[in-house]
């Protein structure tokens, strides 16, 4: 047991160490190369005069800060569902909240003008919630009750349609939806300094929760009536993680827009190197879903360089790969 406490900080650690690692990276190769000391000054010495300074301050620092915040999120909202609900196939793009939210804020900002800004969040968050009630609901009909195959099914097909929809409207106000495109392709291109604004408080205070609550989740790993035997409020607990996910997953997409498969990908790859501890698989998650989507941006920036290519192309790529493989797995019914 203390071994395996032992690997999982090592695991933490060289993960963070590797996610600086590919930050520096990410800030230093693009269309326009630099060097170290560049980087390095242009981070602790800004001088707004000097391109090199503003490639570094404008364009690649918040690009790759909203990576790390979006990837994180995605990740630990994924391994959060993953637990609450006992599915292996659970995570916020498969349950319908990425398009949810996404369709919430683009309903808001080219019909509902009169909504204040600060309300918009908080009706994005409803809109993923909603969504993944949705598909909730259609994925426990019939006599069988709720499978991992009856969710993914019902969250393909919400997802399908809303993402219909996005598409509609932009196309419909194509002069008005331009810069709100984002919402349909997912990327984390064009990311300015006021994004980061937004982004931060509500990724700090879902990952501060969800934290908090790993000792939970793995209670619930037990099933119900175990939980319920040690006293856990397994009602309570739900519906306080689902808030947590929909408002981590909302935050991300909000920016971002719906890039898929990093909550369904990186939280079956930490279970599978630091094993079934949430308190453990949580942060991990997080780090490791911060990286994945740090280096996807970054490949996608230098092999269709110059030319300016979502990130959620190659993410599409890697998680129907893991996606397939989880439906043959024998564990998944």
Known sequence: MRSNHYKSI????????????????????????????TVID???????????????????????????MVGAAMAISGAMLQAITDNALAAPEILGINWGVALTILVANLYLPWVPAEWIPIMAFCGGGLTMLLVWGIGSLGSRGTSS??????????????????????????????ALSYLIKGSVAGIEWRDIQFLYPWMITGSIAALMLTGKLNLLRLGDEVAKGLGLRVRMIRLVSSIVVVVLAGSAVAVSGPIAFIGLVVPHITRFIVGVDERWV???????????????????????????????????????????????SRRIT
Not at 153 to 169: C, K
Request: glycine share 6%; with cysteine; proline share 2%.
């Open 10 to 37: 090592l695991v933490l650690c060289l993960g963070l160490g590797t996610l600086l690692v590919a930050i520096l990276f990410s800030i230093r190769y693009g269309v326009a190369d630099l060097t170290n000391s």
């Open 42 to 68: 242009a981070l602790f010495h800004y001088n707004s005069d000097l391109q090199q300074h503003q490639i570094v301050h404008d364009l690649r620092l918040p690009r790759v800060l909203a990576a790390v």
């Open 149 to 178: 195959v009856k969710l993914a099914l019902a969250g393909v097909a919400i997802s399908a349609l809303v993402s219909t929809m996005i598409e509609g409207i932009i196309l419909v106000n194509s002069q008005n939806a331009y």
């Open 282 to 328: 949580i942060p991990c998650s997080g780090v490791f879903g911060a990286l994945l989507l740090v280096l996807a941006d970054l490949v996608t920036r230098l092999v269709f360089d110059p030319e300016e290519v979502s990130v959620s192309i190659l993410m599409s790529i890697i998680g129907a790969t893991f996606f397939i493989y989880l439906l043959r």
